[in-house]
Each structure stands twice: as structure tokens, then as C-alpha cells.
């Protein structure tokens, strides 16, 4: 057998034990999560952040008005997003290590910190690699956070329970009555909370069309599309469901509120308590409830015909504009005082 061939073959073998440490580790997880303990942990969660949350909008300067609620993901829910998750990554990328800059800025980092305590260092040998410390510390400050590859992640031994798409297990919405809250809002969650995770603008699932439309049957189809379950194309003439979402962990004085769970985060390997925390317009995410209902969960004594999908868009557009009128009554009444 040629070297190239030996290569391939290695990397093949590679990539079907890593594959399968990824569907050992998932199932681990997802027996762990169908215990009624892990549940208590991750419903109790829920509700005391929910309670951090709205005491957080409380104290705030200028008091905000908003509907806070949570929700536990279900096991069913927690199966199908993991599924969802490893169909979505190529087997290729389990060869890639997606914390590989930041554990050699780790390793880099002692490095120094040894060769700084070494009377005998070489000269200048400190200063070169302070360097190459700094120089990595920046790389990983000016990239652009991009959500690691979920098997990949898996596959090179970090916890399932730190990746960010597993910061739902308890997710909270907060939903302000002015628009123009959410950025104050955003703010005090960082300082109440240690962020883990900035996703950002998140918007509903849909794709914009930039390419100019050259077909006539399709003048009418708006610029906004997603796939459904079967695969079908749908078009859409607004962007669906938006907000600001951040996944955060409670601080150390925080935690002290759930050590009557301390036995069961210790079972299962967590090193903090996470929660993904939505803020958009109370508007806007009464209207993604009834979108979600009817468009996703697709209940079976409910038939979305083409006809209400486009009654949803037009409410979806409504509810756009709803929040665009409170920002400029809201600027219209501050000027006044």
C-alpha cells in the first residue's frame, strides 16, 4: 500500500472512532437528561434565573416593562436537537480540533509563566515568547465567534453540556414592551450574569435571496425563504422572529442558591450552570409562539395551508411594524420631556 493510501486508511479509521466516542457520549447524555434528578436541576434553573432575570429589570435605573418567562427543553426536544446536530456535521471535521487555538494559547501561556519563574531562562527566551502569547491572545479577541462544530467538539473530549447549542436546557425570553430596551437590557444581563456565549442577532430560520429574480412566475414570492419538514421551499415577504440571545452562566453567589443540586451537577460533569437568554419586543415573540404552533410543532388536527402561512407573514409584518411605531412614539414622548 502506497504512504497516500496508508494516510487515508489511518484517517478513515480515525474518523470511525471518533464518530462513534460522538454516539456513545450523546447517548450518555441523553440518559442522563431523561433522570427525573437531572430534570429537577434543569426546571429549578429555569425558574431561579427567571426570578434573576425579572429582579434584574427591577433595579434597573429607569424601570423596564417587560414579560419574562422560561422554559425547560423536554427529552424529546433535547433527542431531536443532538440528532439534528450531528447530521448537520461532516465526518471530515472530526479530524478538526475546534478549541486548537485556544488550548495552545493555554499551553503557550504556562510556558511563560514557567520561564518566568526560571532563574536560568536564556536571554531574551521570556520576551519571544511573551510575544507569541500576546499575538494569540488577539487572534482569539478579533475572531469572529462562529458555534463549534458539534462533533468535532464531542470527538475531542469537551463536555456536551458547555457547546453552545446545549445552553437551551434552561432558556429564558424576555420580552420588553419598547424595542429600543433591548440594548439597555443586553447590557445589565452582562454585568449580572458571566457570558459564555454571544450569538447575537438571531433571526427565525430564514434566508434572504440576493440574487435579482429573472422568472415572472416568481414576481410574487417574497425575498425571505426556509425549508420545511418535507423539504418544500417557502417564501416569505419578512424575516420572521428576531432577537438578541446570549447563553450565560450564574455567578459563584448564584449557584450557593442550588446546592441541593451540587450531587447531580457533579454527576454529570458540569463545571457551571448555563442558561440561553432571548431579548426581543413582547410583540414579536407573541407572535413567534403562534408561528412556531402552528408552522413547526405542525399538530396533527392542524393542516398549515398555503393561505395561513401568508396570513402569518402579513401578522409577521404587522408585528414589525408595531415595534417600529412604539420606537418612534417612545422617541416622540422623550422629547417632550
Not at 41 to 52: I, K, N, P, S
Not at 215 to 241: F, I, P
Request: charged letters at 30%; hydrophobic letters at 35%.
Amino acid at each position: 500500500m502506497s504512504q497516500m493510501g496508508s494516510v487515508d486508511s489511518q484517517n478513515g479509521e480515525n474518523i470511525h472512532i471518533r464518530g462513534k466516542k460522538v454516539r456513545e457520549e450523546v447517548q450518555v447524555v441523553l440518559n442522563d437528561y431523561g433522570k427525573i434528578e437531572t430534570q429537577q436541576l434543569y426546571q429549578e434553573l429555569t425558574r431561579f434565573a427567571c426570578g434573576e432575570c425579572e429582579n434584574l429589570l427591577k433595579n434597573m435605573k429607569k424601570r423596564v416593562k417587560a414579560v419574562v418567562h422560561g422554559r425547560t427543553k423536554e427529552y424529546d426536544s433535547l433527542r431531536k436537537k443532538l440528532n439534528d446536530l450531528q447530521a448537520q456535521d461532516n465526518l471530515e471535521d472530526l479530524e478538526k480540533n475546534p478549541r486548537s487555538k485556544e488550548q495552545k494559547y493555554n499551553r503557550k501561556k504556562q510556558k511563560l509563566q514557567n520561564i518566568q519563574a526560571d532563574p536560568n531562562r536564556g536571554p531574551g527566551e521570556y520576551e519571544f515568547l511573551e510575544k507569541q502569547v500576546m499575538n494569540l491572545k488577539k487572534e482569539l479577541e478579533n475572531q469572529p465567534q462562529q458555534v463549534p462544530n458539534f462533533r468535532a467538539w464531542v470527538a475531542w473530549g469537551s463536555n456536551i453540556y458547555e457547546h453552545p447549542e446545549m445552553g437551551d436546557l434552561a432558556g429564558i425570553r424576555i420580552g420588553l414592551y419598547l424595542p429600543d430596551d433591548i440594548p439597555k437590557v443586553a447590557e445589565e444581563i452582562d454585568k449580572h450574569f458571566n457570558r459564555k456565549w454571544l450569538f447575537g442577532t438571531v433571526t427565525g430560520g430564514r434566508d434572504i435571496i440576493m440574487d435579482r429574480n429573472l422568472d415572472a412566475q416568481d414576481h410574487l414570492n417574497g425575498r425571505w425563504h426556509s425549508e420545511s419538514l418535507d423539504g418544500t421551499v417557502e417564501h416569505w415577504e419578512h424575516y420572521g422572529y428576531k432577537s438578541w440571545q446570549v447563553v450565560v452562566e450564574l455567578k459563584e453567589p448564584q449557584c450557593g442558591k442550588l446546592e441541593a443540586y451540587t450531587e447531580t451537577i457533579k454527576q454529570l460533569g458540569l463545571k457551571s450552570l448555563r442558561v440561553e437568554i432571548q431579548i426581543g419586543t413582547v410583540v414579536t415573540q407573541a407572535w413567534a409562539e403562534v408561528q412556531h404552533n402552528i408552522i413547526y410543532k405542525n399538530p396533527d388536527n392542524i393542516v398549515a395551508t398555503r393561505t395561513m402561512q401568508r396570513i402569518i407573514d402579513a401578522i409577521n409584518g404587522l408585528a414589525i411594524t408595531t415595534d417600529i411605531m412604539l420606537r418612534e412614539l417612545d422617541k416622540a414622548l422623550q422629547l417632550r420631556n
